[in-house]
């Protein structure tokens, strides 16, 4: 698991701005709620995978205890999967022709073609029957033309995206990042994503606990859910 390093002034920051409040969110409608799980692959999650992310095989039971509190709350779990698609209508020739070399392309477009086997969910998370599945062809899932997310997030009348999943400061960051300008509340785990390095992952919760998120562990966020769904009933 990563080692969580937000500094004092950054959080002193976000108290600041919320008149001295932790966080952002003190109770969630659930039912406006998505839980977005980031990519987690066999291409980003197995031993010896072409983009492996060997800390995302100790973020399973965080996803996973999420997805079943979300559910059971009556809210939506969003699973994404990275995807090339080479007869897209948007060709991303500028990452893939300027930003890796040649072998690199052909390891990453056999990898994540559809149907694929590194490109399947990994057999660690637990997909319910009425989870949603979305491909993406680029980092973020919100880039107009490429993906679907948002109009299947606006049909069902959600307002608030719970981010996990992998890479910390790509498509979970570039999701979140998208998501909040388009009018979306975030909500960023920090032991329920994971990257390459600590370095890395931590330089992204700086950026999402200063300006885009309410960041919080696993452990709140369940409490937040289940306060949540309590108060709703209580209504």
């Not at 600041?16 to 987690?40: C, N, P």
């Not at 980003?44 to 983009?51: C, S």
């Not at 939506?76 to 698609?85: A, C, G, S």
Request: with cysteine.
């Amino acid at each position: 698991m990563h080692k969580i390093s937000i500094p004092e002034h950054i959080v002193e920051r976000g108290r600041r701005m919320r008149d001295g409040r932790e966080h952002i969110f003190e109770t969630l409608d659930m039912s406006k709620v998505a839980h977005v799980i980031v990519d987690l692959q066999v291409g980003f999650v197995a031993e010896g995978a072409p983009v492996e992310v060997p800390v995302t095989r100790e973020i399973f039971s965080e996803v996973n205890s999420i997805s079943r509190a979300v559910r059971a709350a009556g809210g939506l779990n969003v699973f994404l999967r990275y995807t090339y698609d080479g007869g897209e209508k948007l060709p991303w020739n500028v990452w893939f022709n300027n930003y890796m070399s040649p072998s690199q392309f052909e390891i990453t477009k056999k990898a994540f073609a559809r149907g694929a086997d590194y490109w399947q969910l990994a057999p660690e998370l637990e997909v319910g029957a009425g989870d949603l599945i979305i491909d993406k062809t680029r980092f973020s899932a919100l880039i107009p033309g490429t993906c679907d997310m948002d109009e299947q997030m606006k049909v069902r009348g959600i307002d608030t995206l719970i981010i996990t999943g992998t890479l910390t400061n790509c498509c979970c960051e570039s999701t979140a990042r998208d998501a909040l300008q388009m009018g979306y509340n975030i909500i960023f785990v920090t032991d329920g994503t994971a990257t390459l390095s600590d370095e890395e992952h931590n330089a992204t919760l700086i950026s999402m606990s200063a300006i885009f998120a309410d960041v919080m562990d696993t452990r709140h966020l369940l409490g937040l859910i289940e306060r949540s769904d309590a108060t709703r009933a209580a209504a």
